[in-house]
T-cell receptor, first 114, second 111 residues
Framework: NAGVTQTPKFQVLKTGQSMTLQCAQD?????MYWYRQDPGMGLRLIYY???????DKGEVPNGYNVSRLNKREFSLRLESAAPSQTSVYFC?????????????FGPGTRLTVL | QQQVKQSPQSLIVQKGGISIINCAYENTAFDYFPWYQQFPGKGPALLIAIRPDVSEKKEGRFTISFNKSAKQFSLHIMDSQPGDSATYFCAASMIPGKLIFGQGTTLQVKP
């Protein structure tokens, strides 16, 4: 099992450009999440999908859109990138089994917007 | 509004010492309190977690202490090792919902 995979690993954009961050999980999890990580801010939830076909806003959704393409894939789109979106982006999926609830994170995408 | 506050921001401990990281939460509906460990260039990974019906949980050298009345919980790393050097995040949620993360603590264990 690959777990949670993300592409690309690194990306540099110019202000105003658009791009899509891809995420896939092979653990058959229903819920998936997108976070951004900034120094001193912890991980902040951008959007999440509780199940296939549903998406909801998190703490910092402005400037982003998401698509839950199927149970495996959850993409994050920046329509018009801004320098404030320079960050490390993590995708995660979650499982509840035997009273243990865990979110599994991907390796991250480091995005720089110039 | 920061619902989970974590301290300290950074911590330096000698090898063999005890590392202590503290978190405080506001929402009394939270019923799940995990700690995540993150190494440079990697995603966070679940380290240990506790439910509010117990006051302490231990897994190897890692212990969570939970104080429900004070709305606080802490991570203790006994016999800290250089390999424990990482960033640690506390979090809180209502299972199986969204995790609210603290700001993170960068731990450095000196040989």
């Amino acid at each position: 099992n690959a777990g949670v995979t993300q592409t690309p690993k690194f990306q540099v954009l110019k202000t105003g450009q658009s791009m899509t961050l891809q995420c896939a999980q092979d653990m058959n999890h229903n819920s998936m999440y997108w976070y951004r990580q900034d120094p001193g801010m912890g991980l902040r939830l951008i959007y999440y999908s509780a199940s296939e076909g549903t998406t909801d806003k998190g703490e910092v959704p402005n400037g982003y859109n998401v698509s839950r393409l199927n149970k495996r894939e959850f993409s994050l789109r920046l329509e018009s990138a801004a320098p404030s979106q320079t960050s490390v982006y993590f995708c995660a999926s979650s499982a509840l089994a035997g009273g243990r609830y865990e979110q599994f994170f991907g390796p991250g995408t480091r995005l720089t917007v110039l | 509004q920061q619902q989970v506050k974590q301290s300290p921001q950074s911590l330096i401990v000698q090898k063999g010492g005890i590392s202590i990281i503290n978190c405080a939460y506001e929402n009394t509906a939270f019923d799940y309190f995990p700690w995540y460990q993150q190494f440079p260039g990697k995603g966070p990974a679940l380290l240990i977690a506790i439910r509010p019906d117990v006051s302490e949980k231990k897994e190897g050298r890692f212990t969570i202490s939970f104080n429900k009345s004070a709305k606080q919980f802490s991570l203790h790393i006994m016999d800290s090792q250089p390999g424990d050097s990482a960033t640690y995040f506390c979090a809180a949620s209502m299972i199986p919902g969204k995790l609210i993360f603290g700001q993170g603590t960068t731990l450095q264990v000196k040989p």
